[in-house]
């Protein structure tokens, strides 16, 4: 059974640019979650989606958007992108909405702004 | 809003010994998860082991186990017979009704042989 899926792997933008990330989950799970990492603040939450309904938003501003499509698969999207913006992305996925439930992770997207 | 604590940002471990990483959280949900997660140099987060909230036993998966003490608010995780591809980071986490992993900052540990 094939893990969560993220692509690119790799990433280079400059600022002012916008970028889109994918992230297929594991076959069967429908509910997808978005988290930034970078080394001054650790994992962030950005945002979740269950059934194409997004479910919880993170603290981030409206640069950072996502979608989840009829098949479960996800994309994020940030536009005008900043330096601050680099950042490892990382996808998780789990089977339902329930806190009862194993999340699993893809081997993320390292997105570098220059 | 939850939050996940982790108090030691190393630890060093001989290969063959066990090691416990500590892991404190604050939650107002009685239904809530909690993760542990092992990240590699290569930024892959692994999942290693979970435990509901309204789960009774502690939580086992091979050489992981979790420590779980509710009223403590603690879910330490037990790595035994360590070996050197445990050198890692480890993160605890916690999923509440928010849907939303909550992280701590995460633990390195570096096994010596």
């Known amino acids: 059974k094939a893990g969560v899926t993220q692509t690119p792997r790799y990433l280079i933008k400059t600022r002012g640019q916008q970028v889109t990330l994918s992230c297929s989950p594991i076959s069967g799970h429908r509910s997808v979650s978005w988290y930034q990492q970078t080394p001054g603040q650790g994992l962030q939450f950005l945002f979740e989606?269950?059934?194409?309904?997004?479910?919880n938003k993170g603290n981030f501003p409206g640069r950072f958007s996502g979608r989840q499509f009829s098949n479960s698969r996800s994309e994020m999207n940030v536009s005008t992108l900043e330096l601050g913006d680099s950042a490892l992305y990382l996808c998780a996925s789990s089977m339902r909405d329930s806190t009862n439930e194993k999340l699993f992770f893809g081997s993320g997207t390292q997105l570098s702004v220059l | 809003a939850q939050k996940i604590t982790q108090t030691q940002p190393g630890m060093f471990v001989q290969e063959k010994e066990a090691v416990t990483l500590d892991c404190t959280y604050d939650?107002?949900?009685?239904?809530?998860?909690l993760f542990w997660y092992k990240q590699p140099s290569s930024g892959e987060m692994i999942f290693l082991i979970y435990q509901g909230s309204y789960d009774e036993q502690n939580a086992t998966e091979g050489r992981y186990s979790l420590n779980f003490q509710k009223a403590r608010k603690s879910a330490n995780l037990v790595i035994s017979a360590s070996q050197l591809g445990d050198s890692a980071m480890y993160f605890c986490?916690?999923?509440?009704?928010?849907?939303?992993?909550?992280f701590g900052a995460g633990t390195t540990v570096t096994v010596r042989a």
């Open positions: 939650t107002s949900d009685q239904s809530y998860g």
């Open positions: 986490a916690m999923r509440a009704n928010d849907y939303k992993l909550s």
């Open positions: 989606y269950f059934s194409e309904t997004q479910r």
